[in-house]
């Protein structure tokens, strides 16, 4: 099989690098070779992440080059436009429609930008998800990650995997039932 490239961009405390580790979980116990690696930029203060997750039958290296990746997840707008080119010419990109400022707006330095969504639907191919939106109506914003999760699996075709099993191995117990929710509703909006 011919290596896949995913990657999923975020800010921090979005739960990017989660969603990260279970895919490659996933991706392991379906027998896949598998190699992850994160970027944290302030993560902790709500600064860039990026994870970077690649799987085939032979994978020789984490990095994902600019114009390869089969798929990109952005876990918030801002972070889809910024990591555009690194799509390859066919990919796909999931986008939450969350806003979440950076430290520049925040401290107002900048204007967060108008018109994020349009520009990256007008060049590349796009899927724009309320999964903060989906979450909230689940009980519980912190399951977005796994919302668009879902949409991943789906996307990239990995339903036959048993996401369910892997998720109650790599959740805590109180939080397996909502989790395994959020997977379905993912897997459903996409």
Not at 80 to 89: D, H, N
Not at 139 to 160: A, C, F, H, W
């Amino acid at each position: 099989m011919e290596t896949k490239n995913i990657v999923l961009v975020g800010v921090g405390g979005q739960g990017t690098i989660t969603a990260a580790k279970l895919l490659t979980t996933g991706l392991m116990e379906a027998g896949f070779d598998v190699k992850m690696s994160e970027i944290h930029g302030m993560s902790q203060r709500g600064g860039s992440v990026s994870s970077l997750v690649r799987y085939g039958d032979n994978v020789q290296s984490p990095v994902i080059e600019i114009g390869s990746a089969d798929i990109i997840v952005a876990f918030e707008k801002l972070e889809g436009l910024r990591s555009m080119e690194y799509l390859k010419p066919k990919g796909k990109m999931v986008v939450n429609d969350t806003e979440i400022s950076p430290l520049s707006v925040v401290i107002g330095t900048n204007a967060y930008p108008e018109g994020i969504l349009e520009e990256i639907k007008s060049k590349i191919d796009c899927r724009v998800m309320s999964a903060s939106k989906m979450a909230e109506a689940l009980g519980n914003n912190k399951v977005t990650n796994v919302i668009l999760l879902g949409s991943v699996i789906k996307l990239m075709g990995l339903t036959e995997i048993d996401w369910e099993s892997i998720i109650s191995k790599n959740v805590k117990e109180k939080f397996i039932d909502i989790n395994i929710k959020a997977l379905h509703a993912g897997m459903d909006a996409a």
